[in-house]
């Protein structure tokens, strides 16, 4: 790198030019004189500041021009150490926020419980990654749902939750609707499976 040198600039003559070269000065002529000298010192570091960032300019210009690399591809980052998944992980684990309940020593996270739907090895559920605090053990797009979902229960049953004038239903009477409203989910899935099954067995006949 080439030494930059910046030249001080000569003090201006004036009528207290005599200060620079003076053995005995009073109080006030003493500031003034440092005064004058941090101004002239403040202007030289200015103007080296300015150079070496027109210098910083040149020589990266010269690097993109000579080897046109991004310089951090060279640093190796961490990625998640779920198969197929570059994301990063989270601080303090190897596993990024949509795979952390692979890692088995975390805590912090549970499953989202929402019954996608039923099948022969067992229901599917969403099981995103959630906080363990959260009750119900549902994601914020299934919790939504679930509120719908309880809010048409409720206005069959001539509750309206949103209206303040209603007096609010009890703990049982939402826990009644909801399990129905499960028990005719799953009575749906059952009756679309014997509808299957009846239309596979008549294509067999």
Not at 83 to 93: S, V
Request: glycine share 2%; proline share 6%; aromatic share 10%.
């Amino acid at each position: 790198m080439n030494r930059i040198t910046v030249p001080m600039d000569e003090p201006k003559p004036s009528c207290n030019s005599t200060l620079s070269t003076a053995s005995h000065l009073t109080r006030t002529e003493l500031l003034k004189r440092r005064f004058q000298n941090l101004k002239r010192l403040s202007k030289c570091y200015r103007d080296l500041y300015w150079q070496l960032m027109e210098q910083v300019k040149t020589l990266y210009r010269h690097y993109l021009y000579h080897y046109a690399l991004n310089p951090f591809r060279h640093f190796h980052f961490p990625t998640c150490s779920f198969l197929g998944c570059n994301l990063k992980p989270m601080p303090f684990t190897s596993f990024c926020h949509f795979h952390i309940l692979s890692d088995s020593n975390q805590k912090l996270y549970k499953p989202c419980n929402y019954l996608i739907k039923g099948a022969e090895a067992g229901p599917i559920t969403c099981g995103k990654p959630i906080l363990r605090s959260i009750i119900p053990a549902l994601c914020t797009v299934h919790s939504h749902k679930a509120q719908k979902h309880l809010a048409r229960a409720l206005k069959r049953n001539s509750r309206n939750v949103s209206s303040t004038t209603n007096i609010a239903p009890k703990f049982h009477t939402l826990v009644s609707e909801y399990v129905k409203h499960i028990q005719a989910r799953r009575k749906e899935q059952l009756e679309n499976k014997s509808k299957t099954v009846f239309k596979d067995r008549m294509m067999t006949a």
